[in-house]
C-alpha cells in the first residue's frame, strides 16, 4: 500500500464560529509548518479541505468575474505596486 493511499482519520471538534484545529500528525504528513491557506469545498456528504502551500497552488480556486488581458494584469499589477506604499 501507498503512504499517499493511506487514510488517516481524526476526530476534531469543529467550534460555534466554525474553526477546527488540523491535528499536528495530518499538518506534517502535508508538510504545514505554519499558517497557510486552503481551499474548501462540498462534495456530496463530505467536507474536502486541501492545503495551499504556495501562491501558485491557488490557481484556478479564485473565482471572479473580472476578466484581463496579460498586458491588462501587468499594468494593473504595475499601478498597484507604486501605489502600495502611497497613504
Known sequence: MSVNNFIMQKVVSITSQGQITIPQEIRQA?????????????????????????FDDLAGSLKSDISLTDKELRQARKTFSKDWSKP
Not at 474548501?40 to 467536507?47: E, L, M, Q, R, V
Open 30 to 54: 502535508f508538510g504545514i509548518t505554519g499558517a497557510v491557506k486552503a481551499v474548501i469545498k462540498k462534495k456530496d456528504n463530505s467536507i474536502i479541505i486541501k492545503p495551499q502551500l504556495s
